[in-house]
């Protein structure tokens, strides 16, 4: 397996996403939609990492509501911030991240210098260092035989139930047994104003990506970041068999 000891600013991204501690959830939703993250920094004044809140966090604490599949509290973000966030020096190794995220099982880790954010390191990142690593392994030998289903016909509010219960950051959306779409947290939070009757095919995202069990991992992860799609379906003469994300690039690395 290759090695992957370079230093973690080669592919950490900048600058870092953040909200200030006082704004509400309400700012860091609509954050989440305007810069396409899934999680942001929370920062004091000085600009001192202090915590980290994401899509999962605010999802957890939705306010149920009549007509609305759910609404999002107005509260501020350090009530439900993770903290202290995790983070590593800019000397630290993408190897050593990708075993922190694997541990604690989190999509990203800080970059920080004296206590503030340089910048940061998610899953999607990790993809970038595999791509170019070019490597061969087979993706059915990282994959997850976990794939937690929803019909297209099924109501939004059963699949954000699903979502929830299941611990995944997506479900994969069938029609007549077929993959049709994905419907993750951002599609969840998008479609949270819908009636909780609503079909979830009128939410998923119909970005999906299907490749075969014997396909490498590199070029996996090339189509993945080229697609920007944050998951890969594996497919056989069995239909879906299994599903990689982004915890099984940072199992590569370990």
């Given at each position: 397996m290759a090695n992957f000891e370079m230093p973690v600013t080669e592919y950490m991204t900048r600058p870092v996403e953040t909200i200030r501690i006082g704004q509400s959830l309400v700012a860091a939703n609509a954050l989440f939609s305007e810069q396409g993250v899934s999680a942001l920094g929370v920062v004091n004044d000085a600009g001192e990492l202090k915590g980290v809140v994401s899509r999962t966090d605010i999802l957890h604490v939705a306010v149920y509501s009549h007509g609305e599949t759910f609404r999002v509290p107005d509260r501020p973000v350090e009530e439900i911030m993770q903290s202290p966030a995790l983070q590593v020096s800019p000397e630290a190794s993408v190897a050593e991240v990708a075993k922190l995220m694997l541990k604690q099982r989190v999509h990203r880790i800080f970059v920080t210098s004296s206590g503030k954010p340089e910048g940061v390191v998610s899953t999607r990142d990790l993809m970038r260092a595999v791509r170019e690593k070019r490597i061969k392994t087979p993706i059915s030998e990282i994959a997850s035989g976990s794939v937690v289903k929803v019909k297209a016909d099924e109501p939004i509010a059963l699949a954000v139930d699903r979502l929830d219960l299941s611990n995944k950051h997506g479900l994969v959306v069938v029609e007549e047994g077929f993959p049709v779409g994905i419907f993750d947290q951002a599609c969840a939070l998008d479609s949270r104003r819908l009636p909780p009757?609503?079909?979830?095919?009128?939410?998923?995202?119909?970005?999906?990506?299907?490749?075969?069990?014997?396909?490498?991992?590199?070029?996996?992860?090339?189509?993945?970041?080229?697609?920007?799609v944050r998951r890969i379906l594996i497919e056989d003469d069995r239909g879906v068999t299994g599903i990689v994300g982004g915890l099984d690039f940072a199992r590569v690395m370990s």
């Open positions: 009757n609503t079909a979830v095919e009128s939410a998923m995202n119909v970005r999906i990506l299907i490749l075969p069990a014997g396909m490498g991992i590199g070029r996996a992860a090339e189509q993945a970041l080229g697609m920007n």
